[in-house]
C-alpha cells in the first residue's frame, strides 16, 4: 500500500470518529470533512446523508470539496443542502441537481482522484515530507 493509499485510510478513519483533532494537517482535515458526507452519500443517497450530517458539517464538506478542486460537486451539494432546508424543501425541488452530483460522484471516485493531485501537489497539507 502506497502512503496516498494509507493517508486515505487515515482520513476515513478520522471522518468515521467525527470531530478533527487539533494539528491535523489542513489536507487531512478537509479530506476527512469531505469523506465524512461523501461516504453518507454513497451508502444512502444524498437525502440519507443530509438527514444524518447536521449542517455544519455539510458545510465543511462542501469547503473541503472546493479546496479538493471538485467546485462543481460542492456547489451542487451546496444548492441541494440549501433546497432540503427551504420552506417547503425537499426532494422533489432538488431531484435533477441529486441526479447530477450522483452522476459525477459516480464517476470512477472523483474524491479520491482530486486527494491524489492535491496531497502531491502539496504534500505538506497532508503532513508529507516533501
Known amino acids: 500500500m502506497d502512503r496516498l493509499s494509507e493517508l486515505w485510510n487515515e482520513a ?3 471522518a468515521e470518529e467525527g470531530d478533527v483533532p487539533p494539528g ?10 469531505v469523506l465524512r458526507v461523501y461516504n453518507s452519500i454513497m451508502g444512502g443517497g444524498v437525502g440519507f446523508a443530509l438527514e444524518v450530517n447536521e449542517p455544519s458539517r455539510v458545510g465543511r464538506a462542501v469547503d473541503g470539496l472546493r479546496y479538493l ?21 425537499g426532494a422533489a425541488g432538488v431531484a435533477e441537481q441529486e441526479k447530477r ?23 505538506r497539507e497532508f503532513g508529507l515530507e516533501q
Do not use: K, W
Not at 491535523?24 to 470533512?33: K, S
Not at 471538485?70 to 456547489?75: F, M, N, P, Y
Not at 460522484?105 to 493531485?117: N, S, T, Y
Open 101 to 123: 452530483l450522483e452522476e459525477l460522484l459516480d464517476l470512477q471516485d472523483p474524491v479520491e482522484d482530486a486527494f491524489r493531485l492535491r496531497a502531491r501537489a502539496e504534500p
Open 12 to 14: 476515513v478513519d478520522l
Open 69 to 89: 478542486g471538485l467546485s462543481e460537486v460542492a456547489g451542487l451539494l451546496a444548492d441541494i443542502a440549501d433546497g432540503y432546508r427551504a420552506p417547503g424543501g
Open 24 to 33: 491535523t494537517p489542513e489536507g487531512m482535515a478537509r479530506l476527512a470533512d
